[in-house]
């Protein structure tokens, strides 16, 4: 199983990003995938996770509104639009992925992460 993030990079407050996670070895049919993402000296924080049964998806509160989980099945991707970006959102994402759904989400597999920087 193997997954890949790309679409980091450095951007202004307010500005937008989409981060894609390219995924192999097994399908979006069958494992739901999560965003989480790290920021120095702070606590891993889940950011949103879209299931593989229904394609629901939930979100932190901290970024509610202003991000969007999809995925597209026929390409093995998920995207995370990333909009009214804020300083406090500058971390290193991670794409993860688990069988099942997003209930009690513990995954297992995770990319190399991308670097997202939100500054002036």
């Known amino acids: 199983l193997q997954l890949v993030e790309s679409g980091g990079g450095l951007v202004q407050p307010g500005g937008s990003l989409r981060l894609s996670c390219v995924v192999s070895?097994?399908?979006?049919?069958?494992?739901?995938i999560g965003w989480f993402r790290q920021a120095p000296g702070k606590e891993r924080e889940g950011v949103s996770c879209?299931?593989?049964?229904?394609?629901?998806?939930s979100y932190a509160d901290s970024v509610k509104g202003r991000f969007t989980i999809s995925r597209d099945n026929a390409k093995n991707t998920v995207y995370l639009q990333m909009n009214s970006l804020k300083p406090e959102d500058t971390a290193v994402y991670f794409c993860t992925a688990e069988p099942g759904t997003c209930d009690s989400y513990f995954p297992n597999y995770w990319g190399q992460g991308t670097q997202v920087t939100v500054s002036s």
């Open positions: 879209i299931s593989s049964s229904d394609g629901s998806t």
């Open positions: 070895g097994f399908s979006l049919d069958y494992y739901s």
